[in-house]
């Protein structure tokens, strides 16, 4: 669907659907000598993709979804090892685990390459995230069985929170590529308040949310 390109420069399709490569880099921000499974989060990689309407030229909202997760690693000396000695009660944590994180989204995007780079191929942009994620940890990636403690499975449903930059790069009138780096907050420690689960070394649980830069490359093409 076109309008007449005077009223859009940038978008003149009301209607896009994009597809992307994505690379998670999980962030770590317990204060020193907190052991917690997701302090061992290392990157993944996934999936994304979505469909957005230009509601103005410089303005989209889009609906979309992502299938990724995280692998774990013991590179931190005596943590997993901290957590295993209280977790007595369920499967082990190991480094073969996989954090998955499978959901939806809901995305504001404002472009600005109308004010700041005019008549250049580049649009650079501001997006806020509405995130929803079916998550859980597995004991040997993806498709395999969910960790336990006290016979309850380390899984959920929880909404979380998004906002980054990007810019988006010109290829023709319909066609453009797309580069995000968007700071991703879920509340997956909200499902997780398990009796002995708790820190020896403070009130905190051994599972709490989960934080992620979300960094994709991808395409977009006018309908």
Known sequence: MQVPAAARLRHPSLLAASASFVQLLPLHILKEKVADINDLTTAG???????????????????GGMRGGFGLSDSKPGEMDAINDRFVDGDPISP???LRL?????????YLGNKLT???????????SFLYFDWALHEDGRGSDVVTYQDQ?????DFGFGAGLGTEYRLNSRANLDLQLLWGYVLTGDEIK????Q????????WTNTH??????????GI
Do not use: C, H, K
């Not at 990689?45 to 609906?63: E, H, I, W």
């Not at 499978?102 to 404002?110: K, M, N, Q, V, W």
């Not at 005019?118 to 997006?127: C, H, I, K, L």
């Not at 398990?194 to 689960?197: P, R, T």
């Open 45 to 63: 990689t996934g999936v994304m993709g979505d469909l957005r309407v230009y509601v103005l030229d410089g303005l989209a909202v889009s609906v």
């Open 212 to 221: 992620f830069w979300n960094l994709s490359l991808g395409l977009v093409i």
């Open 102 to 110: 499978d959901g939806g989204f809901l995305s504001i995007t404002a």
């Open 118 to 128: 005019p008549g250049s191929r580049f649009n650079p942009y501001m997006r806020t």
């Open 199 to 206: 820190s020896p070394f403070n009130d905190s649980y051994y």
């Open 194 to 197: 398990w009796e002995g689960l």
């Open 96 to 98: 073969d685990n996989y």
């Open 153 to 157: 499975a380390i899984e959920g449903q």
